[in-house]
């Protein structure tokens, strides 16, 4: 069975990236943890780098779905350096999950026995955000107009999948449209899709103008996802 490559995407996760990454490194399964700061103004590389992680980074902020492939690019080299059995399946993990990343395990199981393509996590339990459910409804009303499915939590960031499912999903969509997108694209391909509830959380999310103007982009990103795809 292949073994499991953490990806992690991560922007200024100075305080919380090094006990995520620490918590990854136990999930069953996980021989690699890659974190990509994606041009933090803070210490997100140094501390990943110094929990573990193979840390990469660029000096400019380019999205989490230009992270998420760059995570895979590097995974795809070191599985040519290090032959497993198989391409290692990917699973990409939110960089302030901190020590719930060690619950991400029931994620890896379904996939690594065959019986998923893709898993998505429903967390257990919800962090109270400071937003009003727009950028979730606009992401999973479009997902259920190109589907026919409505998944629980259709932004949920934790997902495990086979490299011929990630293969499947590329090219990754621009920024904060990759969940999005890559639910509907690999559901209109046929991949089998399974939510999992899991004890994670997020840091909880405020109401000051950085929170609003990050909950902006969000929207436009994944307005422009579902543009793409449903025309």
């Not at 990509?36 to 380019?62: E, F, H, I, P």
Request: hydrophobic residues 45%; proline residues 5%; charged residues 20%.
């Amino acid at each position: 069975m292949p073994p499991v490559a953490v990806v992690i995407p991560a922007y200024n996760e100075a305080d919380r990236i090094a006990d995520t990454v620490k918590a990854a490194r136990t999930l069953p399964g996980v021989d690699v943890v890659v974190v990509v700061d994606d041009g933090s103004a803070d210490r997100t590389w140094q501390a990943a780098l110094d929990a573990g992680a193979r840390a990469l980074r660029y000096g400019k902020n380019r999205g989490k779905g230009m992270a998420m492939a760059v995570g895979a690019v590097e995974v795809s080299q070191i599985d040519r350096r290090q032959p497993a059995d198989g391409p290692r399946h990917l699973l990409f993990l939110d960089a302030d999950l901190g020590a719930t990343a060690a619950c991400a395990g029931p994620l890896i199981a379904p996939v690594a026995a065959g019986e998923a393509d893709v898993t998505i996590a429903a967390f257990a339990s919800r962090v109270k955000l400071g937003g009003h459910g727009f950028v979730v409804r606009l992401s999973g009303g479009g997902i259920r107009r190109a589907t026919g499915w409505a998944p629980a939590q259709p932004l949920n960031g934790q997902r495990c999948l086979s490299r011929a499912a990630f293969e499947a999903a590329r090219p990754l969509a621009r920024g904060f449209g990759v969940e999005t997108a890559m639910t509907i694209d690999l559901a209109r391909k046929g991949m089998r899709i399974l939510e999992v509830e899991v004890e994670m959380a997020h840091r909880a999310t405020g109401t000051d103008l950085g929170a609003q103007l990050h909950r902006a982009r969000q929207f436009a990103e994944v307005g422009l996802a579902l543009a793409t795809r449903l025309g």
